[in-house]
Nanobody, 127 residues
């Protein structure tokens, strides 16, 4: 069974940086794409960033464009989210997700494409 495990969350001051990691394990793994979503206090889960596994094409939510960078290491089955210039509104639980069956890059923001999810890692940005 495929498992995704996030790490790297924690407390950071506004303007600071944090790097999240997500590792996949459990069985052979060749997804179409990996993504990060987040869910803030009292909010719905929202798309943050995605990356296609083969070509490395990236997609970002407007709110994080220019500040966050998603990357992957295919050999290690890892995906990362470098978060710079943090803002208090970025406080959320960040989830890693894998899409193994939907090559629809035009809809990478849609959480329904992703069939496997991690447990999440808390990111708290203090003002």
């Amino acid at each position: 069974q495929l498992q995704l495990v996030e790490s790297g969350g924690g407390l950071v001051q506004a303007g600071g940086s944090l790097n999240l990691s997500c590792g996949a394990s459990g069985r052979p793994f060749i997804p179409f794409a990996m993504a990060w979503f987040r869910q803030g206090p009292g909010k719905a889960r929202e798309f943050v960033a995605a990356i296609t596994w083969h070509y490395g094409s990236t997609f970002y939510a407007d709110s994080v464009t220019g500040r966050f960078t998603i990357s992957r290491d295919n050999a290690k089955n890892m995906v990362y989210l470098q978060m710079n210039s943090q803002k208090p509104e970025n406080t959320a639980v960040y989830f890693c997700a894998a899409d193994e069956g939907s090559p629809f890059d035009s809809a990478r923001y849609n959480e329904c494409l992703y069939g496997c999810w991690g447990q999440g890692t808390q990111v708290t940005v203090s003002s």
